[in-house]
C-alpha cells in the first residue's frame, strides 16, 4: 500500500471514530448533567469536519503533476492543516464562551456513572492518537501529524473532564462547576496543541530548511556514487509526502561535458532508488579542486 492510501485509509478511521464519540459524549453529556463532557462532544463534532477536509486534501495532493503544477499538488497539505488548526481554535473559543455561561448559571452535580464514559473515551482516543500519529510519521503527512493531534487533544480535554467530574461529586455542593472549570484547562491545552500543530506546517509552506537528517542522508549516498568526489549545497523541500532535492555535485573538473550529465543522472537514480519518499532531485555539478567548500 503506498504512503497516500495508508493516509487515506487512516483518515477513513478518523472520521468514524469521531463519529461514534461525538455521539456518545452528547447524550452522556445531556444525561449525565456534565458540560465538560458537552464540550467534548462539540471538540469531537469539529475533529469529524477537519478530517473530512484532511481527507479531501490527501486525495488532491495524490494528483500527479502537471503543466500547472510541475512540483506535483502537495503544498495542498499544510493549506488543510491550516483549516485543522482553524477547527481546533474555533472549539476551543466556543468551549471557553459555553464553560463561562455555565459558571455563571447553576446546575446539577454530573452524575457518577459518567466517570466510566470518560475513562473508556480517554483509552480510546491514546489509542487512536498513537496510531494515526504512527501513520503520519510513515507517511511524511503533516495533516495526518496534526488529524493525530486531534484525538491527543481529545483525550486530554476528557482527562481534565475527568477530574473536574471527580472534584464535582466528591466535594458536592458548592463544586457543581467544577467540570466546566475543567472544559476551562481543556480549552487551553486544544489552543496550546493548535500552535504545535500550526509550526511545522507554516514551515513546511514556507520551505523551511528542517530536514537535516535527510540532508545527511543524501550526501552519504551520494558519496557511493563513482565519479561523485564531494557534496556542497544541499536544499530540501517538503511538498505533500515527498521531498525535493536541490544538491550541488562536486566531480573531477577536467571530464567533459557528457560525462558530467551522466554522473548527474546516476547520482539521481541512486537517490531515487534508496530513497522512496524523494519525488525530485536536481543536481548542479561543480569541479571539485581538492578542496571541499
Not at 53 to 74: E, I, S, T
Not at 146 to 171: E, K, N, Y
Not at 227 to 253: P, Q, W
Request: net charge negative; charged share 20%; hydrophobic share 45%.
Amino acid at each position: 500500500m503506498s504512503p497516500e492510501e495508508t493516509a487515506i485509509k487512516t483518515t477513513y478511521f478518523s472520521i468514524a471514530g469521531n463519529l461514534g464519540l461525538a455521539l456518545i459524549k452528547g447524550f452522556a453529556g445531556v444525561f449525565g448533567n456534565s458540560y465538560a463532557l458537552i464540550a467534548d462532544a462539540i471538540e469531537s463534532t469539529t475533529d469529524i469536519f477537519s478530517s473530512f477536509f484532511v481527507l479531501l486534501g490527501l486525495k488532491y495532493a495524490k494528483r500527479p503533476a502537471d503543466d500547472n503544477h510541475p512540483y506535483g499538488h502537495g503544498k495542498i497539505e499544510p493549506i488543510i492543516t491550516f483549516v485543522v488548526v482553524a477547527f481546533l481554535v474555533t472549539s476551543a473559543t466556543i468551549i471557553v464562551y459555553e464553560s463561562i455561561e455555565n459558571i455563571r448559571t447553576p446546575h446539577k452535580t454530573p452524575k457518577a456513572w459518567t466517570l466510566i464514559v470518560l475513562g473508556l473515551i480517554i483509552v480510546w482516543k491514546e489509542v487512536s492518537y498513537r496510531i494515526v500519529m504512527r501513520r503520519g510519521e510513515q507517511t511524511q503527512s503533516s495533516s495526518l501529524q496534526a488529524d493525530a493531534w486531534h484525538h491527543r487533544s481529545d483525550a486530554i480535554t476528557s482527562v481534565t473532564a475527568f477530574v473536574g467530574i471527580s472534584i464535582a461529586l466528591i466535594f458536592g455542593k458548592g463544586f457543581e462547576t467544577a467540570d466546566d472549570w475543567a472544559a476551562l484547562v481543556a480549552a487551553a491545552f486544544i489552543l496550546y496543541n493548535s500552535y504545535l500543530i500550526l509550526r511545522p506546517a507554516l514551515g513546511e509552506i514556507m520551505d523551511e530548511q528542517r530536514h537535516h537528517e535527510l540532508v545527511d542522508e543524501v550526501r552519504e549516498i551520494s558519496l557511493t556514487v563513482k565519479g561523485i568526489k564531494a557534496t556542497e549545497k544541499c536544499y530540501i523541500r517538503k511538498s505533500g509526502m515527498k521531498f525535493h532535492v536541490d544538491l550541488h555535485a562536486m566531480v573531477n573538473g577536467t571530464i567533459s561535458v557528457t560525462e558530467g550529465h551522466k554522473l548527474a543522472h546516476d547520482l539521481k537514480d541512486a537517490l531515487v532508488e534508496k530513497m522512496p519518499n524523494i519525488d525530485n532531485v536536481l543536481i548542479h555539478i561543480e569541479p571539485f579542486e581538492g578542496e571541499v567548500l
